[in-house]
């Protein structure tokens, strides 16, 4: 009788212990900036442009990402760019460069000097921004504005 109620007691147990949900993440980068993009990710503070993606007008990139529990959940931006300084390049005359980091943020990795103003995660319009990072399915647009406020750089971005 002792074992036929621990043998219960473990049934109920194990059967109360449902697995977390799956949770399906879809985030898009869109280009509708009227302009050719290029976004270049930085590593170890150097321009990565091997991993340079050209976003053409009206082009798209896109990453879906299933997280099965167990461990901890979340999707980002920083995880679609893979990095956490990205330049996004615009026909190579004018260009913005987004922060992961908080400006206030003293010890955070920076970028080599390269006299464009850093735009950090705090900024409205940063793809690293938590508006654009807080949701299962985020879509971020690049804007004829962003490139209007960009950085001239004299037609040598890249």
């Given at each position: 009788m002792k074992k036929l109620l621990m043998l219960i007691f473990a049934i109920i147990i194990i059967s109360s212990c449902e697995p977390g949900s799956v949770i399906d993440y879809d985030y898009t980068i869109v280009n509708d900036s009227g302009k050719t993009v290029i976004l270049i990710p930085f590593l170890?503070?150097?321009?990565?442009?091997k991993n340079a993606i050209t976003l053409?007008?009206?082009?798209?990139?896109?990453?879906k990402y299933r997280y099965?529990?167990?461990?901890?959940?979340?999707?980002?931006?920083?995880?679609l760019l893979k990095s956490d300084y990205i330049?996004?390049?615009?026909?190579?005359?004018k260009i913005n460069?987004?922060?992961?980091?908080?400006?206030?943020?003293?010890?955070c990795p920076s970028i080599s000097n390269i006299g464009i103003n850093i735009k950090y995660a705090e900024n409205n319009r940063n793809p690293?921004?938590?508006k654009f990072n807080d949701e299962e399915t985020e879509v971020y647009t690049i804007t004829p504005e962003d490139y209007q406020n960009a950085q001239d750089c004299g037609g040598n971005c890249n």
């Open positions: 170890n503070g150097e321009k990565d442009l053409n007008q009206g082009a798209k990139i896109n990453k099965t529990p167990p461990g901890g959940a979340g999707y980002s931006m920083g995880n330049a996004f390049v615009y026909d190579s005359a460069i987004f922060s992961i980091y908080s400006e206030q943020c003293t010890t690293f921004n938590s």
